[in-house]
Protein backbone atom coordinates (compact mmCIF):
# COMPACT_ATOMS: atom_id res chain seq x y z
CA UNK A 1 0.00 0.00 0.00
CA UNK A 2 2.76 2.15 1.00
CA UNK A 3 4.33 1.97 -2.93
CA UNK A 4 0.93 2.52 -4.18
CA UNK A 5 0.60 6.05 -2.01
CA UNK A 6 3.55 6.76 -3.05
CA UNK A 7 3.05 6.53 -6.84
CA UNK A 8 -0.25 7.76 -6.96
CA UNK A 9 1.19 11.28 -5.01
CA UNK A 10 3.66 11.18 -7.25
CA UNK A 11 1.25 11.68 -10.12
CA UNK A 12 -0.49 14.29 -8.67
CA UNK A 13 2.60 16.18 -8.79
CA UNK A 14 3.29 15.12 -12.00
CA UNK A 15 -0.09 16.26 -13.16
CA UNK A 16 0.09 19.76 -11.62
CA UNK A 17 3.91 19.79 -12.89
CA UNK A 18 2.99 19.30 -16.62
CA UNK A 19 0.74 21.54 -16.48
CA UNK A 20 3.07 24.09 -15.65
CA UNK A 21 5.52 23.24 -18.02
CA UNK A 22 2.15 22.79 -20.72
CA UNK A 23 3.63 19.14 -21.46
CA UNK A 24 0.12 18.06 -22.51
CA UNK A 25 1.09 15.34 -24.15
CA UNK A 26 2.58 14.12 -20.97
CA UNK A 27 -0.71 15.56 -19.22
CA UNK A 28 -2.58 13.67 -20.84
CA UNK A 29 -1.08 10.55 -20.24
CA UNK A 30 -1.72 10.82 -16.50
CA UNK A 31 -5.29 10.46 -17.05
CA UNK A 32 -7.56 7.61 -17.84
CA UNK A 33 -9.53 8.18 -21.63
CA UNK A 34 -12.80 9.43 -19.98
CA UNK A 35 -12.71 11.94 -16.82
CA UNK A 36 -15.28 13.25 -14.23
CA UNK A 37 -14.75 16.93 -13.81
CA UNK A 38 -15.95 19.27 -11.30
CA UNK A 39 -14.45 23.27 -11.96
CA UNK A 40 -17.78 24.69 -10.99
CA UNK A 41 -16.73 26.63 -7.93
CA UNK A 42 -14.79 28.79 -10.10
CA UNK A 43 -17.06 28.65 -13.24
CA UNK A 44 -20.05 27.69 -12.83
CA UNK A 45 -21.96 24.69 -14.76
CA UNK A 46 -22.43 21.36 -13.65
CA UNK A 47 -19.94 18.67 -13.22
CA UNK A 48 -19.23 16.54 -16.26
CA UNK A 49 -17.82 13.26 -17.67
CA UNK A 50 -15.30 14.29 -20.52
CA UNK A 51 -12.89 12.68 -22.60
CA UNK A 52 -9.13 13.23 -21.48
CA UNK A 53 -8.97 15.33 -25.15
CA UNK A 54 -11.38 18.01 -23.77
CA UNK A 55 -10.32 18.57 -20.42
CA UNK A 56 -6.36 19.02 -21.93
CA UNK A 57 -8.26 21.06 -24.45
CA UNK A 58 -9.26 23.15 -21.66
CA UNK A 59 -5.90 23.70 -20.30
CA UNK A 60 -4.19 24.61 -23.49
CA UNK A 61 -6.72 27.43 -24.33
CA UNK A 62 -6.98 28.58 -20.11
CA UNK A 63 -3.38 28.45 -19.88
CA UNK A 64 -2.32 29.55 -23.46
CA UNK A 65 1.61 30.09 -24.11
CA UNK A 66 1.16 33.82 -22.81
CA UNK A 67 -0.03 32.85 -19.33
CA UNK A 68 2.19 31.83 -17.05
CA UNK A 69 1.29 29.28 -14.19
CA UNK A 70 2.44 27.96 -11.03
CA UNK A 71 0.66 25.10 -9.08
CA UNK A 72 1.57 23.54 -5.55
CA UNK A 73 -0.27 21.13 -3.70
CA UNK A 74 0.10 19.17 -0.32
CA UNK A 75 -1.52 17.77 2.54
CA UNK A 76 -2.14 14.49 1.09
CA UNK A 77 -4.49 12.65 2.19
CA UNK A 78 -5.05 8.98 -0.02
CA UNK A 79 -6.72 6.38 0.15
CA UNK A 80 -6.64 2.96 -1.53
CA UNK A 81 -9.21 0.24 -2.00
CA UNK A 82 -7.74 -2.38 -4.54
CA UNK A 83 -7.30 -0.97 -7.85
CA UNK A 84 -9.29 2.46 -7.05
CA UNK A 85 -8.20 5.44 -5.03
CA UNK A 86 -8.82 8.90 -4.01
CA UNK A 87 -6.59 11.80 -3.43
CA UNK A 88 -7.75 14.75 -1.36
CA UNK A 89 -5.18 17.63 -1.02
CA UNK A 90 -5.17 21.72 -0.60
CA UNK A 91 -4.12 23.51 -3.51
CA UNK A 92 -2.33 26.89 -4.80
CA UNK A 93 -2.24 28.27 -7.96
CA UNK A 94 -0.90 31.20 -9.46
CA UNK A 95 -1.63 32.90 -12.98
CA UNK A 96 0.10 35.58 -14.63
CA UNK A 97 -0.48 37.15 -18.32
CA UNK A 98 2.42 38.69 -20.52
CA UNK A 99 2.91 41.87 -20.44
CA UNK A 100 2.27 42.62 -23.29
CA UNK A 101 -1.27 41.31 -23.03
CA UNK A 102 -1.83 43.78 -20.10
CA UNK A 103 0.02 41.51 -17.24
CA UNK A 104 -1.83 41.25 -14.37
CA UNK A 105 -1.85 38.41 -11.56
CA UNK A 106 -4.99 36.07 -10.13
CA UNK A 107 -4.03 33.42 -8.03
CA UNK A 108 -6.59 30.92 -5.77
CA UNK A 109 -7.14 28.29 -2.95
CA UNK A 110 -8.77 25.66 -2.55
CA UNK A 111 -8.88 21.42 -2.35
CA UNK A 112 -8.69 19.39 -4.93
CA UNK A 113 -10.35 15.56 -5.22
CA UNK A 114 -9.02 13.13 -7.30
CA UNK A 115 -10.03 9.72 -8.16
CA UNK A 116 -7.60 6.98 -9.40
CA UNK A 117 -7.46 3.70 -11.06
CA UNK A 118 -5.17 1.61 -11.27
CA UNK A 119 -4.21 0.76 -14.89
CA UNK A 120 -1.75 -1.25 -17.09
CA UNK A 121 0.40 1.56 -17.13
CA UNK A 122 0.42 2.58 -13.86
CA UNK A 123 -1.70 4.64 -11.96
CA UNK A 124 -4.04 7.59 -13.62
CA UNK A 125 -6.63 10.10 -12.92
CA UNK A 126 -9.61 9.45 -13.03
CA UNK A 127 -11.35 12.97 -12.43
CA UNK A 128 -10.45 15.99 -11.54
CA UNK A 129 -12.51 18.08 -8.87
CA UNK A 130 -11.38 21.83 -7.46
CA UNK A 131 -13.06 23.77 -4.99
CA UNK A 132 -11.99 27.00 -4.88
CA UNK A 133 -11.65 28.56 -1.10
CA UNK A 134 -10.57 31.82 -1.81
CA UNK A 135 -9.43 34.27 -4.95
CA UNK A 136 -7.63 37.52 -5.25
CA UNK A 137 -6.11 39.45 -8.06
CA UNK A 138 -7.65 40.22 -11.04
CA UNK A 139 -10.23 37.75 -12.77
CA UNK A 140 -9.48 38.65 -16.10
CA UNK A 141 -6.26 36.71 -16.33
CA UNK A 142 -8.01 33.80 -14.98
CA UNK A 143 -10.24 33.70 -17.80
CA UNK A 144 -8.03 35.06 -20.53
CA UNK A 145 -7.42 33.08 -23.63
CA UNK A 146 -6.05 33.85 -27.02
CA UNK A 147 -8.26 34.78 -30.04
Do not use: C
Not at 87 to 116: I, Q, S
Not at 120 to 146: C, E, I, M, Y
Amino acid sequence: MTDDRTAIMATVDAIFDTVDAKDWDATRRLFTDEVDVDFTSLAGGVPARITVDQLVGGWIAGLHPRKQSWHLVGHYRVRVEGDTAVVHTKGYAWNRLDEELGGGMWEVWGTYELPFTRTPDGWKASGFVFNAQATRGDDAVRTHALG
